[in-house]
């Protein structure tokens, strides 16, 4: 069939439900949550339940070799207008030469997916600038901290459930950014629900998933931005014996991304107007331009500047550069004084 550029998961899913089938699917990258449901996606609805017996092969990449695998997609169906080929665990086959044969001339009749889990094939390699040209290929990239609350609200309102922003922080703060591990938390939560109210709140995550309501980052951020010196430390030193509650790696990028953002606040022309500093800032909403607005009331540009600055600092040293000794909770109360004095 005729190809054309299919580059997102959306992308993807929306041509596969469609029933528009490519030659061959690269799929690769560091998270192996979209790689999972687009190969789970083709196994369970390309071909009937009746034609899975004679024309579906899932194999691994550990046992077999890249010339094995291209004798199989070389077959014709049997019974069925074409058959599916999934490798799991394809970064194991270290020579992709036999794979470069078959996608000079691949079988229409073969739907060949190819899972290349836990990093990328070089896109110079011939394999991928064929595979491009004859089908699908998809980088599956880890999401960045601050992109775990749209997933979280898009997976449940699939689910036909909604979420409060509070909640949503404290799913992603808990669970970090694996996406199979999160999807299980959602669906945990979603399970204990009740049908007339389809509502995630704080407490709902307190109770399914055992994360404090009080003691999280999304009310560390929030004692920041209020200046609110008394309750910011009660949740330090919650942190501080609390260690697997949460940590500095997670609240430096929640910080940054606040002060940041703050900066370019203290320059919007009508800086106290909502509307003009969500419209700066990128925002979903005026009502999320409020803290902002707050926050520049408690934090000079001057005082925004430094702490952004020390923000940096803190980073590297947390990474180990020119800090020799002091442990994460040091560093955490050393960024907090600095933030809050």
Not at 4 to 29: H, S, W
Not at 71 to 94: C, L, S, T, Y
Request: proline letters at 3%.
């Amino acid at each position: 069939m005729a190809t054309k550029q299919v580059n997102t998961f959306q992308e993807i899913m929306a041509d596969l439900k469609a029933r528009r089938f490519y030659p061959i699917y690269i799929l690769m990258g560091e998270e192996a949550y979209y790689i999972d449901k687009i190969s789970d996606f083709i196994a369970e609805n390309v071909l009937s339940p009746e034609e899975r017996d004679f024309n579906q092969t899932i194999c691994f990449g550990s046992d077999m070799s890249g010339v094995q695998i291209m004798d199989m997609a070389r077959r014709f169906p049997m019974m069925a207008e074409r058959q599916v080929i999934i490798v799991k665990e394809a970064q194991n086959i270290r020579s992709l030469e036999a794979l470069e044969k078959y996608l000079q001339h691949p079988m229409e009749s073969t739907v060949l997916v190819w899972c290349h889990k836990n990093g990328k094939i070089d896109a110079r390699k011939k394999a991928v600038n064929l595979a491009q040209s004859k089908g699908v290929v998809f980088e599956s990239k880890k999401l960045r901290d601050y992109q775990l609350g749209d997933f979280i609200q898009n997976y449940l309102k699939q689910k036909y459930a909604t979420i409060d922003p509070k909640a949503s922080q404290m799913i992603g703060d808990a669970v970090g950014a694996d996406l199979n591990r999160l999807a299980s938390e959602l669906d945990k939560v979603l399970l204990s629900l009740p049908s007339e109210d389809r509502k995630v709140t704080p407490e709902i995550v307190e109770r399914e998933i055992g994360v404090s309501k009080e003691f999280n980052a999304f009310e560390l951020r929030e004692a920041v931005v209020n200046r609110d010196i008394f309750k910011a430390n009660r949740i330090m030193k919650y942190f501080d014996k609390n260690p697997k509650a949460g940590s500095l790696y997670s609240f430096i990028p929640l910080l940054f991304s606040f002060f940041q953002n703050l900066m370019v606040a203290h320059y919007v022309p009508q800086k106290q107007s909502e509307s003009e500093v969500a419209s700066a800032l990128s925002l979903k909403s005026s009502w999320a331009a409020k803290e902002y607005i707050k926050g520049m009331h408690n934090y000079s540009a001057r005082k925004t500047m430094d702490i952004i600055s020390k923000l940096r600092e803190v980073d590297a040293r947390s990474k180990g550069i020119d800090n020799p000794n002091t442990g994460a909770g040091e560093l955490m109360k050393e960024l907090l004084f600095f933030i809050l004095h």
